[in-house]
């Protein structure tokens, strides 16, 4: 099951300030702020060890198209394999409103299991 979106720094504020409040348990400060009694109970026994509310930094540089786009390149590429990476790009980049390059796409068909174009299946003559 994966995991669902990160603290924002107000949202671990207010279960930090709940909590030093006194009068609400894990379950009720998770039912306040809507997220998992394991998250509140995780942000809470981090904050008593160390006094740290801050996420940790992530390793690495983020990927530029997110989840949504990668399933839309894979749709446009469905509806016409043989397609080249080039003419597959700038059509991609006008339907987004960020520009990627040809070896980006490249490498995201190739991670979905698109390695180059599909050859048409020839007829077999007797």
């Known amino acids: 099951m ?3 979106t990160e603290l924002t720094d ?3 504020g207010m279960i930090v300030g709940l909590h030093l409040g006194g009068k609400h348990t894990h379950k009720e400060i998770a039912a306040i ?3 998992s009694k394991g998250a509140v109970q995780g942000l809470i026994e981090r ?3 160390g006094g740290f509310t801050t996420a940790t930094q992530r390793s690495g540089r983020s990927s530029k198209l997110s989840k ?3 399933r839309q390149l894979v749709r446009e590429v469905k509806k016409d ?3 080249t990476p080039e003419p597959l790009t700038e059509a991609f ?3 987004l409103t960020i520009s990627v390059s040809s070896r980006t796409v ?3 068909l190739h991670n979905y299991g698109f390695c180059r174009r599909v050859a048409k299946k020839k007829a077999i003559s007797n």
Request: hydrophobic share 20%; glycine share 0%; charged share 50%.
């Open 81 to 83: 394999r043989s397609i």
């Open 2 to 4: 994966p995991r669902a």
């Open 68 to 70: 949504r786009d990668e």
């Open 93 to 95: 980049n006008k339907s």
């Open 47 to 49: 904050y008593i060890d």
């Open 10 to 12: 107000f949202e671990r």
């Open 33 to 35: 702020v809507r997220r």
């Open 106 to 108: 490249q490498r995201t």
